[in-house]
């Protein structure tokens, strides 16, 4: 039996163990949101939305790798939880650049793919510019963005005390 999380296994219990499960339901459910508000909800992300992702996929990996290396489980959950955090603080800037509370860090871009020249200019042509500064949806007055900054920095908040309760 290991002493310090009281399991037989060495795998974290109780909360640490509720810590992990959040650590990879919350970017997971966030996720889920922001892919099916633009592939089935007809929303196009601008720059700002596509940042709040990255630390979501970087926490949704580092959360799943806590069930596989029980030994270094606390430490990729912590790790987990700052990406959360990180992505959180992103979503921060983020609504305060729509809010107008001040400007953003680049100009508003539209994400460009293709192959050959005329492939490029038609993906130039076809697709949508996303202001960063404008809201597309909002729900009880907040931006997808305030929302993603309330639920990812509460959540994370959340994380880490339940990781470090004995």
């Known amino acids: 039996m290991d002493a310090r999380s009281g ?3 060495g795998v974290a219990s109780g909360p640490a163990r509720l810590g992990q499960w959040l650590a990879i339901l919350v970017p997971g459910a966030l996720l889920a949101g922001a892919l099916g508000s633009q592939h089935l909800g007809g929303l196009n992300p601008c720059e700002m939305c596509y940042w709040q992702r990255y630390p979501h996929w970087v926490a949704l990996a580092l959360g799943g790798l806590s069930f596989f290396l029980p030994a270094r489980a606390r430490l990729l959950t912590i790790l987990a939880a700052i990406a959360i955090a990180v992505s959180g603080a992103i979503g921060l800037f983020h609504a305060g650049v729509e809010a107008r509370w001040w400007e953003g860090l680049t100009a508003c871009s539209s994400m460009v793919q293709g192959g050959s020249t005329a492939e490029l200019l038609n993906s130039i042509l076809n697709t949508p510019v996303v ?6 949806w909002s729900f009880l007055g907040l931006s997808l963005a305030a929302w993603n900054a309330i639920i990812s920095l509460s959540s994370a908040g959340a994380i880490l005390w339940l990781t470090n309760r004995r």
């Open 7 to 9: 399991s037989l296994t």
């Open 131 to 136: 202001r960063c500064d404008q809201v597309q």
